[in-house]
């Protein structure tokens, strides 16, 4: 078998999120292939725990795979303050005399988003509603990489890379079978500091709420990235009690369109045409979302990545631009809408550089800055 019927055999997808399969993904011509370090969402740290400990194993992936699909560039982003991780890399791109390269970026959030990391390693913007493969670039989660390494060895995907951390006594990077309950999860963190927590799982950002009712049913699956177990009265617990007619109650009555969100959007600032505030300004005018959908402002909801920032971090009002882009999404896609790009070439803001929001700042509006000052080091 060749390198990517290994990958397939071993049925590797991708570990940073979304869980597209590794081999339909690397199905292409590539001049960049992109390891993506960065491991934004605050309060996780598996990631950072492979660069440091596993950094051979993610060199020999990424020389595997730039070989079986002559890409020519191999770059490694994580952030600049990651001292550790990239002296591990380093040490291990000299010792197996690989062409890797190290792009050190800022700290800011989201800086592990695809086409925010294109755009800050090559230069180059992904159209708007694209893919990386767009502009010639292909990104992978340092995890996905990792498992494309033992992919190699002839070892399937079955074991997941994930932090638990939060109100546990021992917050930890675990290393599980899928199907691990993750309450047995929490236990080899040390257990939970209080008999009353909420969970989350992902990270503080992007990741989803588990409902109380449905965590005894909850297992690690392939694309489970963090459990974060916070506080049962928390911003985390409070905001998933927000159902769709409240948010949008909220969005008519209380948008000031200040165009905060707008303004910090990621996608925004690299040119993409979606302004949330104008969204929010079609929601305040009422009826029913299901009728706005031919709306040209209402369809670049599409566009959004869902990263939060709007409302955790721009929004001062407390709104959920986010998740109201979400609900369009969803209308969007069951209604057979696609968003229909217009010109071939985009512009990031000239504002974009002053506008990166800050990671720290981001974890203290979302409630979590404690935890993401944690050191992790404790691996099961």
């Given at each position: 078998?060749?390198?990517?019927?290994?990958?397939?055999?071993?049925?590797?997808?991708?570990?940073?999120?979304?869980?597209?399969?590794?081999?339909?993904?690397?199905?292409?011509?590539f001049?960049?292939?992109?390891?993506?370090?960065?491991?934004?969402?605050?309060?996780?740290?598996?990631?950072?725990?492979?660069?440091?400990?596993?950094?051979?194993?993610?060199?020999?992936?990424?020389?595997?795979?730039?070989?079986?699909?002559?890409?020519?560039?191999?770059?490694?982003?994580?952030?600049?303050?990651?001292e550790?991780?990239?002296?591990?890399?380093?040490?291990?791109?000299?010792?197996?005399?690989?062409?890797?390269t190290?792009?050190?970026?800022?700290?800011?959030?989201?800086a592990?988003?695809?086409?925010?990391?294109?755009?800050?390693?090559?230069?180059?913007?992904?159209?708007?509603?694209?893919?990386?493969?767009?502009?010639?670039?292909?990104v992978?989660?340092v995890?996905?990489?990792?498992?494309?390494?033992?992919?190699?060895q002839?070892i399937?995907?079955?074991?997941?890379?994930l932090?638990?951390?939060?109100?546990?006594?021992?917050?930890?990077?675990?290393?599980v079978?899928?199907?691990?309950?993750?309450?047995t999860?929490?236990?080899l963190?040390?257990g939970?500091?209080?008999?009353?927590?909420?969970?989350?799982?992902?990270?503080?950002?992007?990741g989803?709420?588990?409902?109380?009712?449905?965590?005894?049913?909850?297992?690690?699956t392939k694309?489970?990235?963090?459990?974060l177990?916070?506080?049962?009265?928390g911003?985390?617990a409070?905001?998933?009690?927000?159902?769709?007619?409240?948010?949008?109650?909220?969005?008519k009555?209380?948008c000031?369109q200040c165009?905060?969100?707008?303004?910090?959007?990621?996608?925004?600032?690299?040119?993409?045409?979606?302004?949330?505030?104008?969204i929010?300004?079609?929601m305040?005018?009422?009826?029913?979302?299901?009728?706005?959908?031919?709306?040209?402002?209402?369809?670049?909801?599409?566009?959004?990545?869902?990263?939060?920032?709007?409302?955790?971090?721009?929004?001062?009002?407390?709104?959920?631009?986010?998740?109201?882009?979400?609900?369009?999404?969803?209308?969007?896609?069951?209604?057979?809408?696609?968003?229909?790009?217009?010109?071939?070439?985009?512009?990031?803001?000239?504002?974009r550089?002053?506008?990166?929001?800050?990671?720290?700042?981001?974890?203290a509006?979302?409630?979590?800055?404690?935890?993401?000052?944690?050191?992790?080091d404790?691996?099961?």
């Open positions: 078998m060749d390198l990517i019927q290994k990958i397939e055999a071993a049925g590797v997808v991708g570990c940073g999120g979304a869980g597209f399969p590794t081999h339909r993904k690397l199905s292409g011509t001049e960049y292939l992109i390891a993506n370090g960065a491991e934004c969402e605050p309060c996780l740290r598996h990631d950072r725990w492979l660069m440091k400990n596993k950094a051979r194993e993610i060199v020999q992936a990424m020389d595997a795979i730039a070989a079986e699909l002559n890409i020519p560039r191999a770059v490694i982003a994580l952030k600049g303050h990651y550790e991780e990239a002296a591990a890399l380093e040490a291990a791109i000299a010792s197996l005399g690989s062409s890797v190290i792009h050190r970026m800022e700290s800011f959030y989201p592990g988003d695809e086409q925010t990391m294109v755009y800050e390693v090559t230069g180059r913007v992904v159209p708007p509603a694209g893919i990386p493969a767009a502009v010639g670039a292909v992978d989660n995890a996905t990489l990792y498992a494309v390494y033992e992919a190699m002839g399937p995907f079955t074991k997941k890379f932090t638990v951390t939060g109100e546990v006594n021992a917050p930890s990077v675990l290393h079978p899928v199907g691990t309950p993750f309450r999860c929490i236990e963190a040390g939970a500091k209080s008999s009353e927590y909420f969970v989350v799982t992902g990270g503080p950002m992007m989803k709420p588990v409902p109380p009712e449905e965590l005894d049913a909850a297992v690690v694309t489970t990235g963090g459990i177990v916070l506080p049962a009265d911003y985390h409070r905001a998933s009690q927000l159902n769709v007619k409240r948010m949008l109650s909220r969005a009555s209380a000031i165009s905060n969100c707008t303004q910090l959007c990621p996608r925004h600032l690299l040119g993409h045409p979606l302004e949330p505030h104008k929010m300004r079609r305040a005018m009422g009826g029913d979302p299901k009728d706005m959908l031919d709306d040209p402002v209402i369809q670049s909801a599409a566009l959004c990545c869902e990263c939060g920032i709007c409302e955790v971090y721009a929004c001062p009002m407390g709104l959920n631009p986010r998740k109201i882009n979400a609900i369009l999404k969803g209308e969007l896609r069951e209604a057979g809408i696609r968003y229909e790009r217009k010109g071939d070439s985009w512009t990031p803001s000239p504002e550089e002053v506008r990166k929001a800050p990671t720290d700042k981001v974890a509006r979302a409630g979590v800055y404690r935890y993401n000052k944690l050191v992790i404790r691996f099961v």
